[in-house]
């Protein structure tokens, strides 16, 4: 009998074990040909913009040029700016952001989640949402600039009015979308409103408020950035404003390679949030595929 019994297990896990190799296998190909695809991407278009401006197709005064980028990220790096350490604007530009994406998620959550649950809210802030939302940012800028002068404080409101809007319309939206028969049965078994908002409401709305902070955060360093050209004493928007009116080409694209990391960094760290905050959710098929 137990012969019988452990050989078709046996043979089972002898199928298993080949295919889930041949799966890490297939799973390591795809990423080694995704960064090769980048790898390509990035040297075509970094040796080309060199070369073309090596041959004089393109002006480097005008465009800058890959290797001079390069020696002024050193040379930030190394010897600073006119405005003090090139690691301080970075930090300032950085503080100004996240405290901008902190209280814009939470304030753009908070009022999502409550005029989606209301209709009365909604009917009656709906309008001025949307008014608020039709002024450009760059004016409410200078708004922030001329009542609480040039410091952090109005690079952090604008920063937090970007990401306000993107997350209060995808919390807004995702309340909408909750299963009313979900809703009907929390009620009928005597859950409270908040037990309601926390256990039902809230997480079937993280999808779509976790989506809205992956493009959240690169709105609150615009902001930020916005906010410094408008007027600022140190940050990375300052430094771009001053490389632009010293027709410093290089400087200008050296900022933004060290922005664009910090925005990629950003990013990363969103998803390692959004895996554990969206772990207990069954993967979509497109995830299930790319497994």
Same mark, same amino acid.
């Given at each position: 009998?137990?012969?019988t019994?452990?050989?078709?297990?046996?043979?089972?896990?002898? #199928?298993?074990?080949p295919?889930?190799?041949?799966?890490?296998?297939? $799973?390591?190909?795809? +990423?080694?040909r995704?960064w090769?695809g980048r790898?390509?991407?990035a040297a075509?278009?970094?040796?080309?913009?060199?070369?073309f401006?090596t041959?004089?197709?393109?002006?480097?005064?005008f465009?800058?040029?890959p290797? =001079?980028?390069? #020696?002024?990220?050193i040379?930030?790096f190394?010897? =600073?700016?006119e405005?003090?350490?090139?690691?301080t604007n970075i930090?300032?530009?950085?503080?100004?952001?996240?405290? =901008?994406?902190?209280?814009g998620? +939470?304030?753009?959550? +908070?009022?999502g989640?409550?005029?989606?649950?209301?209709?009365?809210?909604s009917?009656?802030?709906g309008?001025?949402i #949307?008014?608020v939302?039709?002024?450009p940012r760059?004016v409410? %800028?200078?708004?922030?600039? +001329?009542?609480?002068?040039i410091?952090v404080?109005?690079k952090i &409101?604008?920063a937090? /009015?970007?990401?306000f809007f993107?997350?209060?319309?995808?919390?807004?939206q995702?309340?909408?979308?909750?299963d009313?028969?979900i809703?009907a049965? $929390?009620?009928? &078994?005597?859950?409270?409103?908040m037990q309601?908002?926390?256990?039902?409401i809230?997480?079937?709305?993280?999808?779509w408020?976790?989506?809205s902070?992956?493009?959240?955060?690169g709105f609150a360093?615009?902001?930020a950035?916005?906010g410094?050209v408008?007027?600022a004493?140190? %940050?990375?928007?300052? /430094?771009i404003?001053?490389?632009?009116?010293n027709?410093?080409?290089?400087? @200008?694209?050296?900022t933004?390679?060290?922005?664009a990391?910090? @925005?990629?960094g950003?990013?990363?760290?969103?998803? #390692?949030?959004e895996?554990?905050? &969206?772990?207990w959710?069954?993967?979509?098929?497109?995830?299930?595929?790319?497994?």
């Amino acid at each position: 009998m137990s012969t019988t019994s452990t050989a078709p297990a046996s043979a089972t896990g002898g #199928k298993q074990a080949p295919a889930a190799a041949a799966a890490k296998r297939a $799973a390591r190909r795809r +990423v080694a040909r995704v960064w090769a695809g980048r790898i390509g991407i990035a040297a075509l278009v970094i040796g080309g913009w060199q070369a073309f401006t090596t041959w004089g197709i393109v002006d480097p005064f005008f465009f800058g040029q890959p290797s =001079g980028i390069w #020696k002024r990220l050193i040379d930030l790096f190394q010897n =600073g700016t006119e405005f003090g350490s090139f690691y301080t604007n970075i930090w300032t530009t950085i503080q100004e952001a996240l405290i =901008g994406f902190a209280v814009g998620a +939470v304030t753009g959550v +908070v009022f999502g989640v409550a005029l989606g649950q209301s209709r009365y809210l909604s009917d009656v802030l709906g309008p001025y949402i #949307k008014m608020v939302n039709a002024i450009p940012r760059i004016v409410l %800028g200078s708004i922030f600039i +001329v009542a609480f002068g040039i410091g952090v404080t109005p690079k952090i &409101l604008l920063a937090a /009015v970007l990401v306000f809007f993107i997350v209060f319309f995808n919390a807004f939206q995702g309340v909408r979308e909750v299963d009313r028969n979900i809703l009907a049965n $929390a009620r009928v &078994l005597g859950a409270s409103q908040m037990q309601i908002i926390r256990h039902v409401i809230v997480p079937s709305a993280l999808t779509w408020i976790i989506a809205s902070l992956h493009s959240a955060f690169g709105f609150a360093i615009v902001g930020a950035l916005v906010g410094e050209v408008l007027g600022a004493q140190s %940050g990375l928007g300052l /430094v771009i404003k001053t490389a632009q009116n010293n027709f410093d080409p290089n400087g @200008v694209f050296a900022t933004m390679l060290v922005i664009a990391v910090i @925005v990629l960094g950003a990013e990363w760290l969103i998803g #390692k949030l959004e895996h554990r905050l &969206l772990a207990w959710r069954p993967p979509a098929p497109s995830e299930a595929n790319s497994l």
